[in-house]
């Protein structure tokens, strides 16, 4: 039976302290999370943008300069979207799969060039502990563990002390909850697994006369 999985995601960075000390603490914990780095942090801190990748995490796309995309006119929604996958191929060799918008805002025309334009997935998240706000890191941690759900996505920033001092506890207490972690582009491949061969049982006739289904 496999375990339920959620994943961590961090938006914001590259910080140029935090964002270490967050490597290092997922390291310890040997779990992987995505970052939705900003373009021109990445062009700041190109270090930093490759030691995520190199320690097995996900980069994505959270826009070069961090306006609400639904605000701004084609054109620049356009560099805003490719200037930040460009340099975080240049800097890490990866290319993100997908992006999240800043803010959350989105509408038709903006999903639709990060889809139609891009070739990216547009990715929200499931839980939100407010973190930006500042409550301290036990309620980001509570906010966190109590809203995980199998298959979820929790957000947090990597530029907030508090957010990265409430890391280890909130591992340690999802991993006490039977949660695994994977990266976003993971999760979306478990379900479309899961979709597959659920569709793929539906059509499925009996097949000869093999009695009841094995207990295994
Ligand atoms: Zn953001």
Known sequence: MSRPIV?????????????????????????????????????????????????????????WSHPALTSIGAGRL???IANTSQVIQRVTGRRPTNMRPPYGAINDRVRASILRDHGLDVIMWSVDP??????????????LVEG????????AHDIHPGTIEAMPGTIQDLKAKGY????????????????????????????GNEGPASVQ
């Open 7 to 63: 994943a961590l995601t961090f938006d914001d960075g590259p910080h140029p302290e935090l964002t270490p000390r967050l490597l290092d603490i997922l390291r310890q914990q040997g779990v992987r999370a995505t970052f939705y780095v900003i373009g021109r942090n990445v062009e700041t801190y190109p270090d930093i943008a490759r030691r995520i990748v190199a320690e097995g995490h996900e980069i994505a796309n959270h826009s």
């Open 180 to 207: 695994g972690f994977a990266t976003v582009s993971q999760l979306l491949a478990l379900q479309e697994s899961k979709l597959a061969a659920s569709s793929a049982q539906k059509p499925q006739p009996p097949v």
């Open 148 to 155: 995980a759900t199998p298959g979820g996505i929790l957000l």
């Open 78 to 80: 356009n560099s805003e």
């Open 130 to 143: 407010l973190d930006w706000k500042r409550p301290g890191a036990e309620v980001v941690r509570r906010r």
